[in-house]
């Protein structure tokens, strides 16, 4: 019912700064929250940042002051601006986006993040 196609990741060096982009399609109409996680290797997959549809936000401790998430609420598309990037950044992102009528989460493909030290 909803598709989600991510972009923007890519290798940067410590210090550096990268924006994702995610795309919504289908019934976008329903979509409450979108959000971003990442996932590492042997890990839990584990939230960024999520924004409402009347532009709530929310980080994890770890990302605040560094990343800022923001939505085109008429096209549901979010971005995720990530300033100051850290080797611990390094993770594949995932675009989510929720849909209360449904009941549902739906989940992008993932963007791989990569930064060097």
């Known amino acids: 019912q909803v598709q989600l196609v991510e972009s923007g990741g890519g290798l940067v060096q410590a210090g550096g700064s990268l924006r994702l982009s995610c795309v919504a399609s289908?019934?976008?109409?329903?979509?409450?929250?979108m959000g971003w996680y990442r996932q590492t290797p042997g890990e839990r997959r584990e939230l960024v940042a999520t924004i409402s549809s009347v532009g709530s936000a929310n980080y994890a401790d770890s990302v605040k002051g560094r990343f800022t998430i923001s939505m085109d609420n008429a096209k549901k598309t979010t971005y995720l601006q990530m300033n100051s990037l850290k080797p611990e950044d390094t993770a594949v992102y995932y675009c989510?986006?929720?849909?209360?009528?449904?009941?549902?989460?739906?989940w992008g493909q993932g963007t791989q993040v990569t930064v060097s030290s």
């Open positions: 989510n986006a929720r849909a209360y009528i449904w009941n549902s989460d739906y």
């Open positions: 289908g019934r976008i109409s329903s979509i409450n929250v």
